[in-house]
């Protein structure tokens, strides 16, 4: 089997953006995915987000140009478990460093895994042993290892979307070994950054007793196959082209009019416990009591889009940033200026352009981030000639390729507060030049450029790894 580039694409991910919803909704990775399927021919694999009790492994199959999307429903109880169990109560705290806020149980392991089974099945059918299978996050790690079992040989690839952690962290989870030897049955992992593939080779070398090649090659066990750094980007085009048409749009008009002059601090996350959106609350209060005179002068807005409201974390970050909000509001606010608006909704990419462009700080300010997009789309929405300043936590994937931002310590309450007062003072120059190194980063590493990166690797895989037959 060669790497042929016209082999078809196969994506799974829990989620698959319907070909109705369109690119304004839809956001960066799904259109991209949709356009690389299209451009193939490709097979679009995901959940429905339905339920029914004792689910068909007959997936919903549909057509739309050249993609064929394959919906498939669960069983209510294993979809819990899944998503809202393995899935978001563990994984995802694990993997952003959040020990405390990790939950294990085996019932929501063994219903993970009872879901990924559950795609196996109903993905064989509609495989073709030339497929080339791209599986998104850390929703399906076991999926090639469903495959494997069930006798598919052919390419496939994972990417995990978000960090993956260093040995000692990673060890916290019970079932770090079982873990590890499904990844193990894809050719190729790809991760954000060095530092996840570090972390990931270490506990390889050293816990799992495997073997690393140059090249980021593993053994382990009887398998071999591939970890890379893949980054993923934004479509910097289409920011670049909607920051530049908002413009002189109403609703630009509108934004200009209520800031009234003041400067504007944005940011823009997922309500989220890993976007460290308390410690920017908490940092935009310290900036005003240590530095009055950006009373009344500036302006901050979060927009953070109620997510995963079915896990209790994120129903109690609510209300927490609810008081913080509230609290800083009472405190500072004059009768004609609101420090801080603070907004629970998602907005169209033209309108998020908007608010970016107008913005003269962007403040991504998370305690762990795989990348970041918003990073990125902040410094693509720029005016070159009078650019904002982004304030990013070192601790985003961003952080590695954006080195004209502001880097801060999310823990370092103070420390982001002089940071954003050094960014509302900055000269006009050292803004041109920060905002000039970041988006020749944003350019240089598209999305476009990151899909491709990987399906062409991921195709070339198997024929280096040489992996024996399957049992
Ligand atoms: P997320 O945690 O969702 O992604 P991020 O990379 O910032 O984080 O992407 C969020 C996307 O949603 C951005 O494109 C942003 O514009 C959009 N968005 C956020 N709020 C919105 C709103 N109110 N309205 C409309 N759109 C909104 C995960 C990982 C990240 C990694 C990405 C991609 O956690 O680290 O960068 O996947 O791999």
């Excluded at 492994?57 to 809202?84: C, I, M, N, W």
């Excluded at 952690?165 to 989870?173: A, Q, Y």
């Excluded at 920051?243 to 400067?263: F, T, Y």
């Excluded at 009344?296 to 079915?310: H, K």
Aim: net charge neutral; with cysteine.
């Amino acid at each position: 089997m060669g790497g042929s580039v016209l082999a078809r694409l196969v994506v799974v991910s829990n989620r698959v953006a319907s070909p109705k919803e369109r690119a304004a909704k839809a956001g960066g990775l799904a259109v991209a995915l949709r356009e690389a399927l299209g451009t193939r021919g490709g097979l679009w694999f995901g959940w429905s987000g339905e339920t029914q009790p004792n689910p068909s492994d007959t997936p919903k199959v549909f057509r739309s140009g050249r993609v064929t999307y394959a919906l498939l429903t669960l069983d209510p109880e294993d979809q819990r478990a899944h998503y809202a169990g393995y899935a978001n109560g563990t994984l995802w705290p694990l993997c952003h460093y959040r020990l405390g806020l990790l939950s294990f149980r085996r019932a929501d392991w063994e219903g993970y895994r009872r879901v990924n089974e559950h795609f196996a099945r109903a993905l064989l059918p509609l495989l073709q042993p030339d497929d080339i299978i791209w599986v998104h996050d850390y929703h399906f790690i076991p999926l090639a290892a469903e495959l494997r079992k069930r006798g598919f040989e052919g390419r496939i690839g994972y990417f995990h979307h978000i960090p993956w952690p260093t040995p000692d962290v990673f060890l916290s989870l019970p079932s770090h070994a079982a873990l590890v030897q499904d990844l193990s049955q894809y050719d190729l992992v790809g991760l954000q950054t060095e530092d996840d593939v570090r972390a990931l080779l270490t506990y390889i070398s050293s816990e799992a007793r495997g073997w690393i090649a140059p090249g980021g090659v593993v053994g382990l066990r009887e398998r071999r196959f591939r970890v890379a750094a893949f980054p993923i980007g934004i479509d910097a085009t289409a920011f670049v082209r909607d920051a530049k048409a908002s413009v002189g749009s109403d609703e630009e008009r509108r934004l200009h009019e209520s800031l009234a002059g003041r400067a504007l601090a944005v940011g823009v996350d997922r309500l989220d416990y890993s976007k460290g959106l308390p410690g920017k609350f908490a940092a935009f209060g310290e900036l005003l009591s240590r530095y009055p005179q950006h009373r009344s002068t500036v302006t901050m807005m979060q927009i953070a889009p109620v997510s995963r409201g079915e896990v209790a974390e994120y129903r109690a970050l609510r209300r927490e940033l609810e008081e913080l909000a509230g609290a800083i509001n009472g405190e500072y606010a004059e009768f004609d200026w609101v420090p801080l608006r603070y907004l629970n909704r998602p907005f169209q990419r033209a309108t998020l352009a908007a608010i970016y462009r107008t913005a003269r700080l962007g403040l991504v300010t998370p305690l762990r981030d795989g990348m970041n997009l918003v990073a990125k789309e902040y410094i693509a929405a720029q005016n070159p000639e009078d650019p904002g300043v982004l304030v990013l936590s070192r601790f985003a994937g961003a952080a590695d390729e954006l080195t004209g931002a502001i880097l801060v310590n999310p823990y370092d309450i103070e420390g982001m507060a002089d940071a954003m007062n050094a960014a509302l003072l900055m000269p006009l120059d050292e803004r041109r030049e920060r905002w000039q190194v970041n988006m020749a980063k944003v350019e240089g590493n598209t999305i476009h450029d990151w899909c491709e990166r990987f399906i062409h690797e991921l195709s070339g895989a198997i024929d280096h790894l040489d992996n024996p037959p399957k049992r």
